[in-house]
């Protein structure tokens, strides 16, 4: 029968990045081991950390430290995250949707759109280029990893962050890309305003029902 | 996604695998898939190294079953092991690669580029040795099998040349390869719409269902409690007992409809979508047998949305809805249905795509039947039961007689809101459409 709940996780304190990492794929394995039903969702905020994925070009990388970068299991090009910007990440079960990661990706990118919306931020996919984008600048970033269905990682939004930290990478591998943040067009909004509406769109799209652990 | 990048191979040639253990990694866009394999064996060559990209369906590697087979294998592809320096040999290796797989063509086994839309392609299956030993043999003769038979064949290890075809000319169809295995033939279930209403394969199907035995929740002497579908089926066949209702039949002549679902059926058009789409565009311009009751008055929906009852193998139904189908073309319906009818054997749809029905079709005409009255469900007003059609002697208004394929429908209405009148002229105009222009069921 199809499993409509998920464990939310909205820790207040920023996170540090390989925890996080830990945590997500313990849900996973729970799931494809059938040891658990309940599907995962992460909200939260990271020390500043370079994510590369199994596939990315290490030249993306430029000059970061490498203390502070992690090679994980998702798909895509090198990434940064940070305090002010928001990190979802859903472990997710396809096959109570759709196995399509095609379909999931758009989905994920729809959720985005829709959130930013909901502040008036224009917005829109860009073809080929998966991530939400405003204009020609990346507002925010998709990356997922999948076993056996059970999804992985999720995406990112800049909301209020230290863009600088872009300028250490070629994010994604797309070179001049330039990022963009919700407070460049909208100063007031708060990092929580955003979490609160990015948790009822993925209740939304998902027809998820929350429990808590 | 029509090609993937290997990012890892997280086995070398000579690993063993198991069942459900990840193989390699690949890439699509911003997705990390792990490809698994679906048997238990040998990884025996790899073909596409890390880094590449590969078409969907492109040969990868080679799985084999047992430890001995790994070294006739590799040498018989002059992989041996994928060294660090011959990675970096990128392109010659693809060539050679390639070049492999024309040899190899009848090689059935082996692991493919996942296709992240459809899961079916991904599976990593076994090279019996059986199989490689003919594959090698290079038969001259082709075989000539339908795609779904040479899939199932592959997944089973079945020789196909070794079979005898039933299908045209000789053709290997999907039931062949079954019942090479010993398994169970699929009898056509309700809904799928793969034949056509003019049942002109009525010979097979007689002698599958007086060969199979009907279906059965239980054994005799028990007594088997009811599922959730199962009851909720129940509640609402026993709410129906509440609705006036009334049933009016009609015979339609399909010889029209089947000629033209001959041209459009190579383009995956369905039946069930064609008559989804006549039913819709008549109910268009008779909203009256498209409205419902409620207690506040008749209800008119915005749109015409049609469900259509698909039986449950393990008991109860339900009616995925085709919504507007007025708005979507015949072969975007068809695929539409496809996708429902497989999501919902997964129960896998989502309640919006069941529940909002306005008006249902039940068709039953695969079996043969010659008329069958359903019962309405509720929220809605009226439902449309569609029969076999057969081949019958019809009199003609000149004194002549000839004979005309003709299928009987017979709606089941609700009569507080749809009159005997009302639905009447719904099928009249319903079997005016499709005896005199089903070309026009196309947009």
Redesign the interface.
Known sequence: ??NRTAILNEPREISDFKEICKLQEKYQRDLIQTNSNYQFIWIGEHMLSYTI???SNLDNLLDVCPENVYLI????EVTCHMPGQLVVYLILDL???????????RKLEFIIINTLTEFNIKCSRKTGF??VWCENKKIAS???????WVTLHGFSINVDCNLENFTQIIPCGIKECEMTKIRDFKKDVTIKEVKNIVKKMIQKEF?LKFVSQ | ?TEG?I??WLKNPGDKVER?E?VL?V????????V?SFQDGYLAAVLMPAGSTAPVGETIGLIVESQEEIAGIQEKHNTKTISQEEKVHNDGLQNHASSEKTNNENVKNISKTPN??K?EKQKATVQVKTEINAALANNSSRVIASPKAKKIASQMGVDLSKLQGSGPNGRIQADDVLSAKGQPTAIPWIGEGNSSVGLNNIQPINKQISSDIGNSFGSPGETVKFN?LQKAVNSNMESSLNVPCFRVGYSIQTDKLDAFYKTVKQNGVTMTALLVKAVAKTLKNHPQVNSCFTTDGISYPETVNIAVAVAMEDGGLITPVLKNPCQTDLFELSREWKDLVK?SR???L?PDEYSTGTFTLSNLGMFGVDRFDAILPPGTGAILAIAASKPTVVGNENGSISVKKVMQVNLTADHRVIYGADGASFLKDLASLIENSPESLIA
């Open positions: 029968m199809i994925g199994r596939g299991n998702r798909g895509g096959v109570n949707y759709k196995k399509d990661l095609n379909w999931y990706l998966t991530g998709i990356g997922i990893g999948c076993k056996r027809n | 996604m990048k990012v890892e459900g990840s990694v890439e699509s866009d911003k997705a990390d898939m792990d698994e992240v839309s899961v959730t999501r997964l129960k896998q989502e």
